[in-house]
């Protein structure tokens, strides 16, 4: 190695710890402890760029290193007072990878490195004890016959069994028996084990380099996005072996400086007396927690305690921290940051925020928004292990259980009743919706997570599992089976997990949310902090009163065509569609207006003021009637049946079918819906729009401040909102004139259609306001119908890197993010202080919303149930965004 | 009127021919013809300024005009000889509409006018024909009575039958009895008839004036798009009264200057002895053809063919003559440039080009290149006057009749016997496709322009109507019914128009297409003229020599899956997709390999190394497989059929309708196809490369020049292409190697996903060439889906005005075309002179072609059968944007 390459090796106490990208994340730790004074074993770090040269050579370990090693263990050998090599006073050595991102378990370690048939026997004498010596002895041959020589790890399982052997309980002559049996598994692989410890530390850094790239550390990056710029090769760390297995005044285990589930500031985690550290990682022995340390041990506890807070103080992050005591003494061997449970990182931050460790700043940008689900929703216990039985799309998260109904009248019936009920179908319509109310979860065999299904229940904050397709629900509609077995019969209990898409056949516990001061403290923070203003969509008032307690700021987006989703609504909205006078469909319109109203009244009284927008209807009309097979079945039902009622029966249902098959559509995405409906059937917008204009004359004159806006969906022309916004000025005027007063409300339109963003200019002369409906526009973006997508091509498209992000998820910035920056652009041209927003799923996503700020946008609407996500998102949009301003924050 | 305003009036020997905006057509046309020396009868003109001045005031003549037109009056009186409202030798005055645009029979005219009961007396002396001028004064008091007055035209008409008043054949008694029943009609109004004839004539200027907004006048300036600064008024040309209808020796008739149907040069009309115009023009009476004026009026024929050429010399134009012969002598009433079929414009043009007449450009300007569809395809006999049964949508041009057949398989076998068959379905599959060939016409009842039958038969060149939703099929399938009553049997003969989308319950003759030399003379000029390289869109060998033999420079859209729609592929393509293993797929390519391959060599030879671009597979897969219903109803036969034979066909067929539910999408448009599924089912994509390269090896090695493009569809992100790309490299350097030579074809994207105009920039960086799928691109672009906007709401929108030109027949540039824009600019940033066109229906659209034109692309592909069209449209394009260039052609 010549002189002018960089120091490839550090010790300890010379190596930089904050320099983790060149001494991986395990060598700065131990770098930065040494520093602290605290008890580390001695070792040095193999650095990063040595992968590096590694690679470059073709897996080859760089010309004079392993003189550079030479050099390192005689200094090992000079702290510790031992010898590599040496039959009487052996110096053993753990070698560890140690990348600059924390990669849990997928490259390799080797420990007791050192031993061979003299120094075991060295390491017996001292440690007078030849059963210890012969134990690590067997670990260390299996560990490097596995790693280095390439062994099949299962014959030396085989090998223990067959000797007898199982933790903390074998005689000497098995032990011998075994180390025999493991060094001829060795040379079984046609390689030699080495007995030479430079030989053997010459191989393990070997191994551990190739372990980078290996295929479950590939795998890994690829999963979790770590790029080379994050971390280009593993370092090595090479430590002076201490040993938690020399008796029962030896011991080893992990700990947590505060509690990862719930935050506590108290230690938490496991240890076990007279082991090894992989003892307690794989899980073969039963680990006593903590707690027990302070009986047992108590000045190793005192002393771990205090080694603790002195970490959490110098890092002022909660640590995830291995130790060993060996013979009563304490060896810190690890330390990282703490991954925690959502609702422990909010009360960390807070806590730590409160005992001056860290500002406001640090604190918010501590906490994973999307995490937050966790809070918000019911979730499964993590401590049950509980198989699924099947999984499908995670389409509305949360978790429940109930009783598992296949039929949609049924399930509404027991749900009044008070039952829990689970409603599974292979899909849904709006007029299942009433069901839903009634039901705790709601599960499909087919569909997205845009099918009806997953849609609604989003909007109830209902837990749903969608296009669940391992599932086959029998035709009698009694049962499903999996893979062809009957799993569960109606009745049964059942519980699903819209987080994960999981369902499980069994009653299986979960866990209630908690709004807890914390959270509220953060959601505070975060409402300050913000760049941008947060609205809900809501179409009901609970939904509102839900937003208005989380602190959205109004309403973004209430679905007119929700408030349809009730049985005598739906009713009213199939005769209002299949009316053949005008005289018909006008008196089903009055109903309509009626309850429309008092609708928009209580959602405009809970808002108090703040702004609602109001979308007029958007989904095509065959969306309100049944479905074409639905009515072939009964229609044949009933002729089968016979008599002069069937007979009837069956003419009105046949008059329904033809209309149905009238209004059916090739591509319903792409047809007969939003400002085309409203354009066609004016009636239907100039009744919604009047009840908009009542609901807001009536509350104005009772003294509720009402602040309304009305959005036209699927705009492509500036002609279309024309039209309709001539319809709303005319209605509008109507009631004002009626009333007696002027009504607050604006006109704007949904951009969600490509051609309105290049027509944007336009649109803008004639809207008063605009918000992006991302959804619809990504679809057409794409030309991906979101449902086929995500059913056919785009899980493939995503596991292959096609496409590296789903664009349904968070907005693909290169594609649909142009066209909302030419929109913003164009419009503001035309009028400067236009208000614009985005409605729609991508309104609750952390990346989404800070797209959103960057490019301008004044507000996201998120639905209700994500209103927390989106605001603490914001939050760190805007600490990104902006750091100068933070002074207060920083000071706070 | 004060004299600071403009000249009202003008005589026509004052007037300046050439200002049609002034005078209106008709008035131009005789001030021109008058200065030319013809025999126009003395008249004078209210200009339009007055019309619009009337407008401004609230619909009132402007103050001191009539003082003008009194004064106009006497001059008349001067030059006539006779004296308005005289009852000896009275003047009688046509007063009649003109506007600059020719918006024949929209607005009103009255003869006649001056007569009454004192003045009638006086012509019927001066005329010696009692009768005549009683004839000429009910007609008078009809039309000022209905125009005027506003009186029931149909009472006059009773009031002649119950007179016993036919043409020519009348007493005086019973004229008079006729008169004094017209002038108690007229008094029954409550308007005075007035026998003042300045009353007469104020009232008369007055009504022409307001005919302008009259209900269809308004209504054909829609239809024909005629907007204000086109026209903005209609004058009033006030001309002296000459008759046709004083006896033998006087005739009124029109003629054409050359055959208006053939182009043939020769004079063309029909005359009346003995009538007034409007006679000839009601069609009551049987006109003479022109030629009997020879024998019959030799001098005034003489006279006539000379005013002719006179006219065609002046105007360098075929005229549509009106004349009238009073007494023997010749007046020429109104000229105007004659409207004809489109092969007498191409016919005409090139003959007056060869007279010396016009030159190149404008003999091209000349012609409509959408009316040349006329010429390409055969039509209806336009002497027919048959009733059509229904309407449907014009899918495919060309009329055609033969037997209606409505079963699929039965179309083919009777087709292959070489019966002319027309096949008749709700709808059509890939399945069907056989059956398309083996018949000469198709007419669905469902679908748009854009549905399988409508596509399918435009490639093919034949005659089709879709979506003709009058017609109902009855479920037998042996006849349909519109209205309810059965129209049309299986068997029957019918008879279909796919340039008007009607449908004929007979055999209607047709005209068969020709080719004249002087349409071969209009497409050379055009293809030495134009600036832009026109391609075909050509899937098979016939069509790709069809285009060359009209001038197509390439194929730029070979639609691979075409190929698959004959009955032995389509066998195999179904299972390709229904195999079950790795080998059964295989073997299925392989045999699709072979079959591509020769089509492919067959079009490459026809081409003889023009570039041809072959597109991969578009269609999803499930277009391949039967439709769910026909399977279902398979299976139910089957099933009642009962037997061992029929449980394994059911079983079979079991399978495939749970493989078609698999691949079934809710919305197919923006579902799992393209490249999607060249991706995911990478061994289709890999097999059409091969047959492309291997078809292209065979050739070149056997000295065929062969240059071949290789497009893949829905591409939305650069990934994508890469993906095939890096397939096509390997795909082709193995065949390379193979054969040991170097193939000479490249690798593009069609343009047709709205994202990939956003990302083009990356897109070229991948792509050698790029081609717009418009048919797509506007249909994500609006979010409209064809086929369900056709049939629901474009039709309603386009009558509207919310949309002014359906985007599917011609580029919408405010929205596709500023993503066009986008995606030319951004890619040849990258790559300066990359090729781009486009293929599609857009391609062969005149407008759109000027638009691509404009914007730079390389070529526009049309279909085959529209390449003639597409070629004058770029020559006229050519013309339009580059009128400086032109001084070549204006000179040769």
């Excluded at 928004?369 to 401590?383: A, K, M, N, T, V």
């Excluded at 099947?390 to 008070?418: Q, Y």
Aim: charged share 25%.
């Amino acid at each position: 190695m010549s002189s002018a390459i960089a120091k490839p090796i550090y010790f300890f106490d010379e190596a930089d710890g904050k320099n983790r990208a060149l001494l991986g994340g395990k060598g700065a730790g131990l770098a930065e402890m040494t520093k602290l004074g605290l008890p580390v074993p001695p070792g040095f770090i193999i650095t990063t760029d040595i992968c590096e040269k590694f690679y470059e050579a073709g897996k080859r370990l760089p010309d004079g290193l392993m003189d550079e090693v030479r050099k390192s263990v005689r200094r090992l050998e000079s702290i510790t007072g031992k010898k590599f090599g040496d039959a009487k006073n052996p110096l053993l050595v753990s070698v560890r990878s140690g990348a600059p991102v924390s990669m849990p378990g997928m490259m390799d370690t080797i420990l007791n490195l050192g031993l061979n048939d003299q120094t075991v026997e060295g390491l017996a004498a001292q440690s007078g004890d030849a059963r210890f010596a012969l134990d690590a002895y067997r670990r260390f041959i299996q560990m490097f016959g596995k790693i280095v020589l390439g062994a099949d790890d299962r014959q030396f399982e085989k090998a223990l069994v067959g000797n007898g052997i199982n933790n903390n309980s074998s005689d000497e002559k098995a032990l011998r028996q075994v180390i025999a049996s493991f060094r001829s598994l060795c040379e079984a692989t046609g390689k030699r084990f080495p007995d030479d410890p430079y030989k053997q530390i010459e191989l393990a850094i070997d191994a551990v380099f190739r372990s980078w790239t290996g295929k479950r550390a590939v795998e890994y990056r690829r999963q979790y996005g770590i790029t080379p710029d994050m971390a280009n090769g593993t370092a090595v760390t090479v430590v002076a072996m201490v040993f938690g297995n020399m008796g029962r005044d030896s011991a080893t285990g992990v700990v947590f400086t505060r509690n990862p589930e719930t935050g506590e500031k108290k230690l938490y985690g496991d240890y076990l007396v007279n082991a090894q550290g992989e003892d307690v990682v794989s899980g073969k022995a039963n680990p006593s927690h903590i707690d027990q340390l302070e009986s047992e041990m108590p000045q190793v506890f005192g002393q771990l305690s205090q080694v603790c807070q002195k970490l959490e103080n110098h890092f002022r992050e909660c640590q995830d921290v291995e130790f060993t005591v060996e013979r009563g003494r304490l060896y810190i061997l690890q330390t990282r940051t703490a991954k925690m449970s959502a609702g422990a990182s909010v009360k960390t931050s807070v806590d730590m925020y409160h005992e001056g460790l860290i500002n406001k700043v640090e604190a918010l940008q501590r906490i994973d928004p999307e995490g937050l689900e966790q809070i918000l929703y019911p979730r499964i216990d993590s401590h049950v292990k509980q198989k699924p039985v099947a999984t499908g799309v995670a389409a509305s998260p949360g978790a429940a259980s109930g009783i598992a109904v296949f039929d949609v009248a049924k399930a509404e019936a027991m749900g009044k009743r008070g039952e829990k009920v689970i409603l599974i179908r292979e899909d849904t319509k709006p007029d299942d919706v009433p069901a839903f109310f009634q039901s705790v979860g709601i599960l499909t065999t087919r569909g997205g997570k845009t099918s009806h299904a997953a849609v609604v229940a989003r909007g109830m904050g209902k837990p749903c599992v969608v296009g669940c397709s391992q599932i086959e629900i029998d035709p009698e509609g009694a049962s499903f089976s999996v893979a062809g077995r009957v799993a569960v019969s109606e009745g049964q209990k059942i519980t699903i997990d819209g987080s994960t898409g999981r369902v499980y056949t069994v009653e299986v516990p979960t866990v209630a949310p908690e709004i807890t001061s914390e959270f509220k403290e953060i959601l505070q923070w975060s409402a300050e902090m913000k760049a941008i203003r947060i609205r809900a969509n809501a179409d009901t008032p609970e939904s509102a009163t839900l937003a208005r307690k989380y602190g959205a700021e109004g309403i973004g987006l209430c679905r007119t065509e929700r408030m349809f989703n009730q049985h005598d609504r739906i009713a009213l909205f199939t005769k209002m569609v299949m009316a053949e006078t005008e005289q018909e469909r006008e008196k089903a319109l009055a109903e309509l207006e009626r309850l429309q109203k008092s609708d928009f009244k209580a959602i405009f009284k809970e808002m108090q003021g703040l702004p609602v927008t109001i979308r007029l209807l958007d989904p095509p009309l065959h969306e309100f009637l049944p479905k074409e097979e639905d009515l072939m079945m009964q229609i044949f039902e009933l002729k089968s049946e016979g008599g002069h009622k069937a007979e009837s029966e069956m003419l009105k249902r046949e008059k329904m079918l033809r209309r149905v098959r009238e209004l059916s559509e090739i591509n319903p995405m792409l047809g007969h819906r939003g400002v085309r409906v409203g354009i066609t059937f004016p009636e239907i917008y100039e009744m919604q729009i009047r009840a908009v204009c009542e609901a807001a004359a009536d509350l104005t004159k009772e003294g509720v401040k009402v602040e309304s806006q009305i959005m036209v969906p699927q705009v492509a022309t500036v002609n279309e909102l024309a039209t309709v916004r001539h319809m709303f000025e005319s209605v509008k005027r109507d009631a004002e004139h009626r009333h007696k007063i002027k009504l607050k409300i604006v006109f704007g339109s949904m951009i969600e259609v490509v051609r309105s963003c290049l027509v944007a200019d336009e649109i803008a002369h004639v809207a008063d306001f605009l918000s992006f409906g991302t959804n619809d526009l990504t679809q057409a973006t794409f030309s991906f119908s979101r449902e086929d997508a995500e059913g056919k091509f785009l899980p493939f498209y995503l596991e292959k890197g096609v496409i590296a992000v789903n664009p349904f998820q968070s907005i693909d910035q290169k594609g649909v993010g142009r066209l909302m920056k030419m929109t913003i652009e164009m419009a503001r041209k035309v009028k400067k202080d236009m208000e614009i927003g985005i409605c729609g799923e991508h309104g609750g996503d952390p990346k989404s919303i800070e797209f959103c700020t960057a490019i301008g946008l004044d507000y996201v609407s998120a639905s209700s149930h994500r209103i927390p996500i989106a605001i603490l998102a914001a939050a760190q949009s805007a600490i990104r965004g902006n750091k100068s301003k933070l002074s207060r924050f920083l000071t706070d």
